[in-house]
């Protein structure tokens, strides 16, 4: 009887966790539901109850399915070698700590999970005003194993929050970066579900290869951000240290500088390119200068753009004419 009441329950939750809603659905529109895939998975993993793997996958086929891909590039997820195969990975010990530290640390009743929740309904409903034909997906939490950050699929985005345990998290120190492990905590996830939404929404047109075509790109979607989220700058949106954006502002000038005078704005040259896009700092122009430099200054045309047209954010996204924004933001830093 236990093992049937144990079904039961297992059964009630799933529903619960990940009874897919999306956004505008709610009695209260001021906070997103979050689908949470990530309990309803690891339910079942404990379990190992055929039972609940049914109502997990009726409840959450998609991100059963998506996370088979993303996880083991497996399309084929009905089987019960894959069933397996994803036991055996959250299994394994190191993963299965992770695993129960990722959703103790961002329990249903948690005040970091009810900040996000709110903070990405009040996100999302202005984002809506400024972008009427955006679409608002619906939000879910998972766990990867410290793999990709974020799951796209049409209408949906789900967020590793394994992710996201703190900078200081133990597991952490052995596998990240320090410039990367600054990004890895709970007040980032709102921007990064707002950034990937925004790019899935709004994909890249441009040249790949072309500095300013990734720069104009980059710095459009970091001014929505701060257009829709409230009190939010360009290093809130970035996670800058006030010491790194600083010496980010006070260099504007040589940066562009450079740019020009080492002509990168038009170079087909991809590698010279994304080394302005990197995380880690830009010591391809000097030791002292935070990375992402093609994201700020793109940041800082589009920014002079708007002020100087007088464009709405339609307008904006529309324009997908990086040299137009360049000539007509008039930007002289």
Same mark, same amino acid.
């Given at each position: ?241 006030? !010491?790194?954006? &600083?010496?980010? *502002? +006070? /260099?504007? $000038?040589?940066?562009?500088? %450079?740019?020009?005078?080492? #002509? ?47 464009? !709405?954010?339609? &307008?904006?996204? *529309? +324009? /997908?004419? $990086?040299?137009?924004?360049? %000539?007509?933001?008039?930007? #002289?830093?």
């Amino acid at each position: 009887m236990r093992v049937v009441r144990l079904s039961i329950f297992l059964i009630s939750l799933v529903f619960t966790n990940c009874h897919r809603k999306p956004f505008g659905m709610l009695e209260n529109t001021d906070t997103v539901h979050i689908n949470r895939f990530d309990t309803a998975l690891y339910y079942w993993i404990q379990s190992d109850d055929t039972t609940y793997l049914s109502s997990v996958k009726n409840a959450c086929g998609d991100m059963f399915d998506l996370l088979g891909r993303a996880l083991f590039q497996d399309d084929n997820t009905q089987t019960a070698e894959y069933n397996n195969k994803l036991i055996n990975y959250f299994s394994e010990p190191t993963l299965k700590a992770l695993y129960k530290d990722a959703i103790t640390r961002f329990s249903p009743d948690s005040t970091r999970t009810k900040n996000i929740s709110q903070e990405l309904g009040v996100a999302f409903a202005k984002l809506k005003s400024l972008l009427p034909q955006i679409q608002i997906p619906a939000v879910y939490f998972h766990v990867s194993g410290l793999q990709q950050n974020f799951i796209v699929a049409d209408s949906l985005i789900s967020c590793s929050i394994d992710k996201y345990l703190g900078s200081d998290y133990p597991l952490y120190q052995d596998y990240f970066y320090d410039y990367q492990l600054k990004n890895m905590i709970s007040s980032q996830i709102v921007n990064d579900y707002l950034t990937v939404w925004l790019k899935s929404e709004n994909p890249f047109q441009g040249r790949e290869n072309i500095l300013l075509d990734r720069m104009i790109y980059e710095g459009k979607i970091i001014y929505l951000i701060t257009a829709i989220t409230k009190n939010t700058t360009y290093n809130k949106v970035m996670n800058l240290t006030d !010491d790194e954006f &600083d010496r980010l *502002k +006070n /260099n504007e $000038s040589a940066l562009w500088m %450079t740019i020009i005078e080492r #002509k990168h704005l038009y170079t087909p040259d991809i590698v010279t390119t994304d080394k302005y896009f990197l995380s880690s700092p830009a010591t391809f122009l000097s030791n002292q200068t935070p990375g992402n430099t093609g994201s700020f200054i793109g940041f800082r045309i589009v920014q002079s753009y708007i002020n100087k047209t007088k464009s !709405d954010c339609r &307008d904006l996204m *529309k +324009n /997908n004419d $990086s040299q137009d924004i360049l %000539t007509k933001s008039k930007y #002289k830093p």
